[in-house]
């Protein structure tokens, strides 16, 4: 009995660690609905070493938060001159509903970022650190092709 509750731990264990994927933060802002402009006015990036962390049916943050997402409905794909956004609508750990999206930035390689709005006044905005996903994916793929040595 004990082999096979320690084989489906195992499992599960196994499970949760591959279905998941990690996108990491180096910078975050606020920014608020101006009426007159039809945007959001945002304050200074400030630095932010957060990971957010994608499962299946949820988004789980490292913040002081500890923040969750619980995705309930994927939007229809959005995409205009300056952005194309992939998004869901949500509810967080208080079960307060918002829209998270994935803002890829036309035109500059380098920027995508992470959006939470909770409601069309307030936006919180996460910068995605790609030279560090990409710093960590290639050390990961050198680790697969010296296990074929």
């Given at each position: 009995?004990?082999?096979?509750?320690?084989?489906?731990?195992?499992?599960?264990?196994?499970?949760?660690?591959?279905?998941?994927?990690?996108?990491?933060?180096y910078?975050?802002?606020?920014?608020?609905?101006?009426?007159?402009?039809?945007?959001?006015?945002?304050?200074?990036?400030?630095?932010?070493?957060?990971?957010?962390?994608?499962?299946?049916?949820?988004?789980?943050?490292n913040d002081?938060?500890h923040?969750?997402?619980?995705?309930?409905?994927?939007?229809?794909?959005?995409?205009?001159?300056?952005?194309?956004?992939?998004?869901?609508?949500c509810?967080?750990?208080?079960?307060?509903?918002?829209?998270?999206?994935?803002?890829?930035?036309?035109g500059?390689?380098?920027?995508?970022?992470?959006?939470?709005?909770?409601?069309?006044?307030?936006?919180f905005?996460?910068?995605?650190?790609?030279?560090?996903?990409?710093?960590?994916?290639?050390?990961?793929?050198?680790?697969l092709?010296?296990?074929?040595?």
């Amino acid at each position: 009995m004990k082999k096979v509750t320690l084989v489906l731990a195992f499992l599960i264990l196994s499970v949760m660690t591959f279905a998941q994927t990690q996108l990491l933060t180096y910078k975050n802002t606020v920014g608020y609905w101006n009426t007159t402009t039809q945007k959001y006015d945002f304050e200074d990036w400030v630095y932010a070493d957060l990971t957010f962390t994608f499962y299946d049916t949820y988004v789980s943050v490292n913040d002081k938060n500890h923040s969750v997402y619980r995705i309930i409905r994927d939007e229809p794909l959005y995409e205009n001159s300056e952005v194309k956004i992939s998004s869901s609508t949500c509810l967080d750990e208080t079960n307060t509903e918002c829209q998270m999206g994935i803002m890829d930035v036309k035109g500059h390689d380098d920027q995508t970022n992470i959006g939470v709005v909770y409601d069309k006044n307030r936006m919180f905005m996460y910068m995605l650190d790609i030279e560090k996903m990409r710093a960590i994916n290639k050390s990961k793929s050198k680790n697969l092709k010296n296990l074929n040595k």
